[in-house]
C-alpha cells in the first residue's frame, strides 16, 4: 500500500501582491499525475489547503479540478483543515465528497471517533487519525483572569489528551493495524520560515512536544510549518513541508511529497520525492552597482516567470540614489523575471530614538507602538511589510501585558 503525505499548498497565496495560481495549477497538475503513476493507494493532506478563510472562486476552481482528476485512479484522500483553513469552507461539500472517497475534516469532530478513518484499498488498509488544526475552543475553556502559563499548559495538555483519544481508540477498535497521525501544528524543534505564524501560541511556549504524541502510531503526518524536516531525528514524525516556495526566505529549499510504502501492517520505506521548480524565487544584495550586474546576468530558465528581490545597501545617504534606486525598480525589465520587492538602506542613516522625535517631543510622552511606527518610517520598507512588522509588535505587546 502507498500512502502520500503532503500539506500546506495554501490555494490562493500572493506573494508581494504577485498571484501565485499558475504555480498552483502546475502543481496540482503534477500531483495527480505522479499519483497515478506511482499508484498511490491514500494521499494525506495536513491543512493549509487554501492561504485564506475565504477563497476566491479561482482557488476553490483549482482545488475542485484538482479533486476531479483522481477520479478513477483508485486513490482515496484525506484532507483535513489548517489555521489558514475556513472549517466551514472545507467542510461544506464533505457529504458529497465522502461518496468520492475523499474524506474532510475541517476541524475537531463533536464524537472524536469519527476523526479516526479505515481505509482499505486492494493492497492493504491503514487507519488514520485525522486531526486538524486545533483551535483554543477544541482545547480549553478560558477562564478570566487566568494566568498565561496556566492557559498555555491547558492548551498543550489537551492538544495531548485528543492525540491519546485517538490512540486508545485505535488499539480498541482496530488493534494491529498501521495507524498513522495528521496533525496541523508547531512541534518543538522545527525551523520554519517568514511565510509561518507560529500557531498556539507567541515564540512556541505552547508548541507541542514530539514525545508528547502518544504510543501507537507508526507515523505522524505534520502540517504547518514549511521547511521539509524529520522531527526528533524521527523517520516517523515528519513535515512534509510546502510543495511550493511561499517567501524569499523559502527560495532555496527543495521541495518534496513524501511516499511512504506499507508491507502488511509495517511501514518499509519513506520516499522523499521532489517537486519540479516552476518557477524560481532569487535575491540579491549588494551596492547598487553590484546588485544592477547581477539581475543584468540572471537568466533563469524556469517555466513560470522568476520573481526577484533586491537589498541595495549604499554607505552614505544621498537623495540620487534614492530616485535612481525608485526609477531601477520601476523600468528595470528583462524577459523571464521581475522585481516585486526592493529595499535600499544607508550604512550610516541609522538613528538614534533622541533624532526621530521633533523637538519638544520626549520619549516617556509616547506609547510603545507610537514609537516603533516611528522608527519603522525611516526604514526603506514597502507598505506590506512594515503592516506585518506593526501586527507582529502589537501581538508580541499584547502577550506581555497579558503576563504582567
Request: net charge negative.
Amino acid at each position: 500500500m502507498k500512502i502520500l503525505h503532503t500539506a500546506d499548498w495554501h490555494i490562493g497565496k500572493q506573494l508581494h501582491s504577485c498571484g501565485l495560481a499558475e504555480d498552483h495549477t502546475f502543481f496540482l497538475d503534477w500531483l495527480a499525475e505522479l499519483i497515478r503513476e506511482r499508484q498511490i493507494d491514500l494521499l494525506l493532506v495536513s491543512g493549509d489547503v487554501f492561504d485564506t478563510a475565504y477563497p476566491t472562486p479561482q482557488s476553490l476552481r483549482l482545488y475542485y479540478r484538482f479533486l476531479t482528476q483522481l477520479l478513477g485512479t483508485g486513490c482515496q484522500v484525506i484532507i483535513t483543515g489548517g489555521n489558514h483553513d475556513s472549517p466551514a469552507v472545507l467542510n461544506a461539500p464533505r457529504e458529497l465528497l465522502h461518496h468520492l472517497n475523499i474524506k474532510i475534516v475541517g476541524n475537531a469532530l463533536e464524537n472524536i471517533a469519527d476523526q479516526l478513518i479505515r481505509i482499505e484499498s486492494p493492497n492493504g488498509e491503514v487507519v488514520v487519525a485525522a486531526v486538524p488544526y486545533l483551535r483554543d475552543i477544541d482545547l480549553r475553556k478560558s477562564v478570566s483572569g487566568a494566568k498565561y502559563d496556566d492557559r498555555v499548559a491547558i492548551l498543550r495538555q489537551g492538544i495531548k489528551q485528543h492525540y491519546q483519544q485517538l490512540a486508545d481508540l485505535h488499539q480498541a477498535q482496530y488493534k494491529g493495524l498501521c495507524a498513522v497521525a495528521m496533525g496541523h501544528l508547531y512541534v518543538n524543534g522545527a525551523t520554519i520560515s517568514e511565510s509561518e505564524r507560529e500557531i498556539h501560541a507567541i515564540g512556541g511556549q505552547a508548541a507541542f512536544s514530539s514525545e508528547h504524541f502518544p504510543d501507537g502510531f507508526d507515523y505522524v503526518a505534520l502540517g504547518h510549518i514549511h521547511k521539509p524536516q524529520r522531527i526528533a531525528n524521527s523517520d516517523f514524525i515528519r513535515y512534509s513541508g510546502s510543495p511550493l516556495p511561499l517567501s524569499f526566505s523559502e527560495r532555496d529549499d527543495t521541495k518534496f511529497v513524501l511516499e511512504l510504502s506499507l508491507q502488511n501492517t509495517q511501514i518499509t520505506q519513506i520516499e522523499a520525492l521532489p517537486v519540479p521548480v516552476f518557477r524560481q524565487l532569487r535575491s540579491f544584495s549588494g551596492n547598487l552597482d553590484q546588485v544592477e550586474a547581477a539581475l543584468k546576468a540572471f537568466a533563469p530558465q524556469t517555466r513560470l516567470e522568476s520573481l526577484v528581490e533586491i537589498h541595495v545597501t549604499e554607505p552614505n545617504f544621498d537623495p540620487q540614489i534614492d530616485f535612481y534606486f525608485n526609477q531601477f525598480k520601476q523600468d528595470f525589465g528583462k524577459e523571464n523575471f521581475k522585481i516585486i520587492k526592493g529595499r535600499l538602506s544607508y550604512v550610516n542613516r541609522l538613528q538614534g530614538v533622541d533624532e526621530l522625535f521633533a523637538t519638544g517631543t520626549s520619549i516617556q510622552d509616547l506609547s510603545a507602538r507610537e514609537v516603533f511606527a516611528k522608527r519603522l518610517e525611516v526604514e526603506k520598507l514597502d507598505d506590506e511589510t512594515r503592516q506585518l512588522l506593526l501586527e507582529a509588535f502589537e501581538e508580541i505587546e499584547r502577550e506581555v501585558n497579558e503576563q504582567h
